[in-house]
T-cell receptor, first 110, second 115 residues
Framework: RKEVEQDPGPFNVPEGATVAFNCTYS??????FFWYRQDCRKEPKLLMS???SGNEDGRFTAQLNRASQYISLLIRDSKLSDSATYLC???????????FGSGTRLLVRP | DAGVIQSPRHEVTEMGQEVTLRCKLI?????LFWYRQTMMRGLELLIY????????DSGMPEDRFSAKMPNASFSTLKIQPSEPRDSAVYFC?????????????FGSGTRLTVV
């Protein structure tokens, strides 16, 4: 079983739609959680950290459910520029070794 | 801040040749990570250093791969001899170890093609 699992997509949605991505992780000792965004032929970039209480950054909302070992990302009012691959990332203990999911591809169409 | 700087951006080499990838960390960062990304396997951690010391090299595929961090701001990843299956995008990333919420900053990557 992969340590971090994501639906690869692609998710093809119209502009303005709300879209949600889910991610599960296998190690209950995971300590920190992130969503990264990667554009085609570019490096991954931190989108947002995921806090236990849930957190919001503009149109983006991240949720963490430790009991179910589940992380989500919600994008509201999607824009064409949101088209990218979204990577779910966890770290174990204090080593800061990032473990990446394989990513979910989002395509936002006009 | 110039960010994490990798060179070269692209490398095409023949099978059997030695390849050296370079990475300059962000000033003040003390953790350095080398990742490899392919379509089939996604992003895989190859090795990471903390304060110039290799902490985990379990992801290094085989003895043909070696990584060094000769000083606090610079690292190299060497493949000798290179093989076509080494073709991938190689990213390095750096971070500050302190601060539980810190993510990493990635370099732009080196796209390696071994023919």
């Amino acid at each position: 079983r992969k340590e971090v699992e994501q639906d690869p997509g692609p998710f093809n949605v119209p502009e303005g739609a709300t879209v949600a991505f889910n991610c599960t992780y296998s190690n209950s000792a995971s300590q920190s959680f992130f969503w990264y965004r990667q554009d085609c032929r570019k490096e991954p970039k931190l989108l947002m950290s995921v806090y236990s209480s849930g957190n919001e950054d503009g149109r983006f909302t991240a949720q963490l459910n430790r009991a179910s070992q589940y992380i989500s990302l919600l994008i509201r009012d999607s824009k064409l520029s949101d088209s990218a691959t979204y990577l779910c990332v966890v770290t174990l203990d204090s080593s800061y070794k990032l473990i990446f999911g394989s990513g979910t591809r989002l395509l936002v169409r006009p | 801040d110039a960010g994490v700087i990798q060179s070269p951006r692209h490398e095409v080499t023949e099978m059997g040749q030695e390849v050296t990838l370079r990475c300059k960390l962000i000033s003040g960062h003390n953790s350095l990570f080398w990742y490899r990304q392919t379509m089939m396997r996604g992003l895989e951690l190859l090795i990471y250093f903390n304060n110039n010391v290799p902490i985990d090299d379990s992801g290094m595929p085989e003895d043909r791969f070696s990584a060094k961090m000769p000083n606090a701001s610079f690292s190299t990843l060497k493949i000798q001899p290179s093989e076509p299956r080494d073709s991938a995008v190689y990213f390095c990333a750096s971070s500050l170890r302190s601060g539980r919420r810190d993510g990493y900053t990635f370099g732009s990557g080196t796209r390696l093609t071994v023919v």
